[in-house]
Structures are given as C-alpha cells and as structure tokens.
C-alpha cells in the first residue's frame, strides 16, 4: 500500500498563490507517476499535473500550464504543486494520486493510490 498526505492548501486571492504537498508513504515502485486532480462541486474529478518520479516528466492540463508547476523532492519522498496567478475557478478540492509505471496519465482510474484531498478556495 501507498500512503498519501496532501497539505497546503487553504484560502487566496485572485492572483495569489499557494503551495501543496504530498507525502507519499509504504510500498515503493521503481517507477512511479504522481498526479494532481481536482473536483469542485457538481463536477467530475479532473486532471491537473503529474511527473515520473524517475526522470520528472512533466504534463499539464491546459487550464494550469503556465500557472502551475508540479515538482519532486526524492529525498522527502514529496510531491508539490505551486499554483500561481490562481483563479476563482481554480477553487476546488484538489487530490494527489499516484500510480505504478511511468507513463504519464491524464485518466482518474489509471491511478491507484489517492490522498484524502486539501480544499483550495480562490476568492475574486
């Protein structure tokens, strides 16, 4: 089993930033794919970022390319997502997933480890 603990999220405004966490925990893989999504409320789970933990591949939803950036730490086992220039919209629940292999998925059921979420709020 993998343990995952998102953090950091919490209330900004409009053009603010935020920072969240993931601290992965338990069974490692030689390779693995770590993933952001979000839901907000009345909307399916939706896909945000994610990287290869080996060589850091990255990939963006297009909604957040540019704004957001997902990063590694490999000594902390953690994984970030700085989230600049936020929008209300952005404003949701957002979730860290990870899924065994490298290939970078943008789908909620590839992945099978999920954190118990963070809500991020952006106000106007």
């Known amino acids: 089993q993998v343990q995952l603990v998102e953090s950091g999220g919490g209330l900004a405004q409009a053009g603010g930033s935020l920072r969240l966490s993931c601290a992965a925990s338990?069974?490692?893989?030689?390779?693995?794919?770590m993933g952001w999504f979000r839901q907000a409320p009345g909307k399916e789970r939706e896909f945000v970022a994610a990287?290869?933990?080996?060589?850091?591949?990255?990939y963006y939803a297009e909604s957040v390319k540019g704004r957001f950036t997902i990063s590694r730490d490999n000594a902390k086992n953690t994984v970030y997502l700085q989230m600049n220039g936020l929008k209300p919209e952005d404003s949701a629940v957002y979730y860290c997933?990870?899924?065994?292999?490298?290939?970078?998925?943008?789908?909620?059921?590839?992945?099978?480890?999920w954190g118990q979420g963070t809500q991020v709020t952006v106000s106007s």
């Open positions: 338990g069974r490692t893989f030689s390779r693995v794919t």
């Open positions: 990287i290869t933990w080996s060589d850091a591949r990255r």
């Open positions: 997933a990870a899924r065994a292999g490298s290939y970078i998925s943008t789908i909620t059921t590839d992945y099978d480890y």
